[in-house]
């Protein structure tokens, strides 16, 4: 059974989420918050699978709540649930810590195949479309570190030549069926290779994989 919180102020878009999940066998709403405070507050009682975050509450918003749920060590795994045209903070709810995005207006089985992804450890958003948010807000954000060639990063250094060159084109939007075809590795091998990329540099699921490729200059905007 996937738990899920549900992290919104319009209680409308909560009712309309429980009543979906709530039909599923597989799912189970242990409470609702609606602001981040209490998307906080909620996390630390019930450790639920799955938070379905909104960014935009009142009080602390759902990105500070997805830094803070991170940071304080939770398994619980974030889905930002956003309105992608408008809202310009996705990227940042990404960098936040969360393991992908939805739009509000995705269909009911988009919104349950995602919960059930990221419950699973899995990104939610398909690798080709978190290169696109990727590109079209990276340039909104400042620069918070000085910027270095890739060899100098110290996150890359314990990654081989050939995880090196996974996690670049992981980070150009490549599936696991792009790389194995292209570069020529049996589908298994390239699972086994993004399985040891994420330990060794800390990465919590493939997003985050595709911003270190970003953070550390591997890949540059287009």
Known sequence: ????????????????????????DDMTVVGEASN????????????????????????LDGIEATRRIVAAGARTRILIVTTFDLDEYAYDGLRAGASGFLVKDAEPEELLAGIRAVAGGDA??????????????????????TPQAPEADPRLAPLTDREREILTVIGKGWSNTEIAERLHLA?????THVGRILAKTGTR????????????HLVTPA
């Open 187 to 191: 589908e298994s091998t390239v699972k």
């Open 124 to 145: 939610v958003v398909a690798p080709s479309l978190t290169r696109r948010l990727l590109d079209a807000y990276i340039h909104h954000l400042p620069s918070t570190t």
């Open 205 to 216: 699921d493939r997003v985050q994989a595709v911003i270190l490729a970003y953070d550390t």
């Open 1 to 24: 059974m996937t738990t899920v919180l549900i992290a919104d102020d319009q209680p409308m878009q909560r009712f309309g989420f429980r009543m979906l999940l709530e039909s599923q």
């Open 36 to 59: 981040g405070t209490e998307a906080i507050r909620l996390v630390d009682r019930y450790h639920p699978d799955v938070v379905l975050m909104d960014i935009r509450m009142p009080g």
